[in-house]
Each structure stands twice: as structure tokens, then as C-alpha cells.
């Protein structure tokens, strides 16, 4: 599917000038007419097998070849993952996706949330309106959140704040049933009995298929000027991918 981190957005989306939306997906259906409008090609399933970005070649894993005199980058970015055990085995079965979306489905559970800014703080928020005790576990020793959500956070009797900390591995059997936690100043990780997990880390820049190609900026973006020429001649990046 086309749409990127939109299949991700599940709250209104009242920001974007002269549209409004319940959600990502009712946006997208607004942006999708103009892409049928517009009468190019839209390739779905393709996958790239590698890319010269000098020569201006892709090659598909079908054994095709386009070939062009320009390139647009726009792979946009994925959510960072933790690459703990039990994170991809309890998806779906425990891992909240969304606290908009999910809430109602974890009413009357412990939570965990993992991560220190924004989106993390908002979904520990959140939560904590329908969920006896939240968790909020942060590797760093002070929330990267803006300052209105931490106040926010303050006098919420049901979120209890871990800093310097982080998960090791996230438990249960047939869904999650707990997380391990290790502390900076324990020795050992311990266990916190909750039934859902959402993972709030930041995203990272698609780039892994050109990264040796061109530059990029220390966090991995594609590094353009004002008119979003990348470093190599008629390629052009946009979007989340660059910086």
C-alpha cells in the first residue's frame, strides 16, 4: 500500500492547511485522488533489488531495469525497534500500536510505555485515562518530551516514571504478561507484571539501500540543500528521508 506512516496516524488530523481528517487513511484517500488525477504509473509490490544512483538505474528483483535521468528519494522512515526478545513474537498479542487506537482494548490493564519524548509521553498520557498503572520507562535521565506533556505528567497518580532505565525483553506465554527491567543503578534486570507494551523510541531514515551512495547527515538522513539536490547530480530527495 501507498501511505507510509499515515497507516500509522489514528487520531484527527486538523494541521494540514486546507484538508481535515478523522485520520491518516481518511487523508490519504483525499491525497489518492489527485494521484489517480495525475496518470502515472504506480508500481505496488515491486521490490528493488539495488539502485546506481550515478548511473541512474534501478534494478527489481524480477530481473527488470529502469533506467532514468533523475531520481526522487522519498522512503520516508520506519519506527526504531528495540531488538528485544519478544518484540516481534507478541505483536499483535500486547504491543499497542497506538493508545488513540488501542485504549479501549487495554481499559482496566498495566501498561509499559518505552521511550522519553513527545509521542511516548502523549501515549503514557493517554493511557493513564482508562489504565490503573502506566509505566513509563526512559533510558536517559531526563524526558526528551516538551515541556507541557511532562507537566501533564507530574500530578498523574497512575504513571510511574522510569529514567535510566530500559526493557530487556518483554515476557508471556500466548500475549504479554511482563517486561524485564534494568535499572542504571541495579544490578539485576526485574520483572513488572503488565499486559501491554507501546514502543516509542523515534523513527529512522529509510536509507539502507543508497546510504554508500551519498551523504548523509549524523543521523542518517539524506543530507540537501534548498532545492533538495542530494550530493550526487540529478538525484533529489524529499520528505522524512532528508533532513
Partial sequence: EIGGQLHRVHNPIN????????????LLDSFSVDVDDAGFDLWRGTEIESIDLRAKR????SGEQLQSIAIILATGVRPRTLNIPGEKEFAGKGII???????EQFAGEDVCVIGGGDAAVENALLLAEVC????????????RARREFVERLQ????????TESVVTRIIGSDRVEAVEILRKDGLKPFQLAVRGV??????EPNTDLF????????QGYVAVNS???????????????SN
Fill in 155 to 162: 500530578p498523574n497518580h497512575a504513571v510511574t516514571v522510569f
Fill in 198 to 203: 507501546l514502543i516509542r523510541i523515534g523513527v
Fill in 15 to 26: 494541521n494540514y492547511l486546507g484538508l481535515k481528517a478523522r485520520n491518516g487513511k481518511e
Fill in 227 to 241: 532545492e533538495q539536490e542530494t550530493t550526487v547530480s540529478m538525484v533529489f530527495a524529499a520528505g522524512d528521508v
Fill in 211 to 218: 546510504r554508500e551512495q551519498l551523504e548523509l547527515d549524523r
Fill in 58 to 61: 534501478i534494478s527489481l528483483r
Fill in 132 to 143: 490503573p498503572t502506566v509505566t513509563l520507562v526512559h533510558r536517559r535521565r531526563k524526558l
Fill in 97 to 103: 500500536e497506538s493508545a488513540t487506537r488501542d485504549r
